[in-house]
């Protein structure tokens, strides 16, 4: 077969997010942009005759830190061969880095024989924006006046690594709002809601208290429209994050796993009450 991988241009982003959508993945309106400023040479894409047939995302973060996503090969080309070309691609380009995925758990075999060890398992809950009554008091200011610098900082605590690029163009992105529970010049929470294919994900929900998350969830939702459906992945070891979900009424609709390839990373998952993508960690 006449197939070439080579590396996604900028303007060749929403092919991978068109892929997302067809497996219904619900993808973001919006996530080309910071999804290549992550790492621009970090996606690639197989081609028959011009055509794409498959994709897969290898994003490194400081050269030390990959990230395995948006793994797919369309239906009409599976069976060919074309998504382990894209694997072997894929992890050469993220050879001596430390690689996580989140992969369905019907995966996880195929993920070991790759030498990818489970970390944890996510939950992804859905449920729908409902008008809050109890933020008015909170100190809850826009993402987009916390001292850059603080909030790189802070992502630190559950990020394996530094993502600059990709904190600026995610804040930055239309029709999503960043919120941040600042108290006493302290960042103690912060997340993002963006617009989806389908209603809005959350994603990520950081909080020092399980009240921090709270509020920032229930601001975050009053600035979509009520009704519209929600989606917020959670780590199952935050036991604060899975209270928080089912006080809130959502229910779970999808799982993935966390996997490693080398040791995994340490991050502070007990302030991670939501995950920011499964494409990119």
């Known amino acids: ?10 303007g060749e982003m929403p092919v991978v997010i068109e892929f997302a959508a067809r ?15 992550a790492d621009p040479g970090g996606f690639l894409v197989a081609e028959h005759q011009g055509q ?3 994709c897969i995302g290898a994003v490194s973060y400081a050269g030390r830190f990959g990230f395995i996503g ?28 430390v690689v996580g995925l989140d992969g369905v758990p019907a995966q996880q075999d195929n993920y070991r024989k790759s030498g990818f060890s489970l970390a944890w398992q996510n939950i992804r809950f859905a449920g729908t924006a409902r008008r809050s009554e109890r933020t ?11 001292d850059f610098a603080a ?12 993502r600059e690029a990709f904190l600026r163009a995610w804040i930055a992105m239309p029709e999503a709002t960043g919120l941040a529970w600042v108290d006493q010049g302290r ?23 399980p009240e921090v998350a709270s509020t920032l969830y229930a601001a975050l939702c009053d600035r979509v429209p009520e009704g519209d459906p929600i989606y917020l992945d959670v780590p199952m070891p935050n036991a604060d994050a ?17 996997m490693y390839a080398g040791t995994a990373p340490a991050c502070e998952l007990q302030r991670l009450y939501g995950i920011t993508s499964f494409e990119l960690g």
């Open 23 to 37: 497996e219904g993945w619900n993808p973001g309106l919006h996530d080309a942009d910071p999804f290549h400023a």
């Open 70 to 97: 948006l793994y797919i090969v369309a239906p009409d080309w599976r069976g060919r061969g074309i998504g382990r070309r894209l694997w072997a691609k894929g992890m050469a380009r993220l050879a001596g880095h």
């Open 1 to 10: 077969m006449d197939i070439r991988i080579r590396t996604l241009r900028r």
């Open 187 to 209: 960042l103690a929470g912060w997340g993002l809601i963006r617009r989806c294919r389908e209603g809005h994900k959350i994603g990520p929900l950081v909080a020092d208290r």
């Open 151 to 162: 909030l790189c900082a802070n992502d630190r605590r559950i990020f394996p690594a530094p």
């Open 136 to 146: 008015g008091d909170a100190p809850i200011v826009l993402l987009r006046d916390v």
């Open 242 to 258: 899975l209270a928080l979900a089912r006080a809130l009424g959502l229910r779970s609709v999808f799982e993935t796993a966390r």
């Open 52 to 54: 794409a047939v498959g």
